[in-house]
């Protein structure tokens, strides 16, 4: 399945603080909070400088999209993100992380995943023509971070993107990106094997465990009609 998040449908959250707020593009397990993710991809606005809210088991990526430059500090280490084209960082959610805004607030990309349960792949492309997209994650995310509009299409499917969009892929299919100049951020999502073996054996018990609920009951002298 795929779909497509159009960035002008984005509801703007404010962060406690008053320092930002958060656009949620994708999040998962359906139905899931910003307090029991296994994945989470945002769009933030950083007003003004201040500290970062921390997840205890999270894996975080961020990555500048718009505005002027931003220092993090990250447990006392400094970087200093200027830049759609190369501007990343990944760090523990744990970290204690303050943020120095440069010249006007900033648009930052986001990705969370919980460490015990999947784990996360950040890259960019720059698409000039066309070019052949295979997702490679379990669950794939394409955001257009920069140009006027991205074309993605397939044999079935056909899909346009204004700046800011995204659109979630599953694996499977081979896709086309069409753009005359644009960069893209493509995340690709991954189950940890514990966690898979821990769904599949959680699956099977409840399964035996409706089995043997239904040979009981029809073992029951009252089953019969």
Request: proline share 4%.
């Amino acid at each position: 399945m795929t779909t497509l998040i159009p960035f002008a449908a984005l509801a703007s959250v404010p962060w406690k603080n008053g320092a930002g707020s958060t656009m949620e593009l994708a999040i998962g397990p359906p139905g899931a909070t910003v307090h029991d993710f296994d994945w989470r991809v945002s769009l933030a606005t950083i007003s003004h400088s201040g500290p970062f809210s921390q997840f205890a088991g999270v894996e975080r990526t961020l990555a500048l999209v718009e505005g002027g430059a931003l220092t993090l500090d990250v447990d006392g280490t400094r970087h200093v993100l200027q830049g759609v084209d190369d501007s990343t960082i990944a760090f523990d959610g744990q970290a204690a992380v303050n943020a120095t805004v440069h010249g006007g607030p900033t648009l930052d990309f986001n990705v969370m995943t919980r460490r015990a349960t999947c784990q996360h792949k950040f890259g960019r492309r720059r698409i000039m023509g066309s070019a052949a997209f295979a997702p490679a994650g379990q669950r794939s995310l394409v955001f257009l971070a920069s140009g006027e509009g991205l074309t993605v299409s397939s044999d079935d499917e056909r899909i346009g993107l204004v700046r800011f969009d995204a659109v979630v892929f599953e694996p499977g299919t081979l896709w086309t990106l069409e753009a005359l100049d644009a960069t893209v951020f493509i995340v690709d999502l991954y189950a940890r094997p514990e966690a898979q073996q821990a769904a599949q054996q959680a699956a099977q018990q409840a399964a035996q465990q409706a089995a043997q609920q239904a040979a009981q009951q029809a073992a029951r002298p009252d089953a019969a009609a």
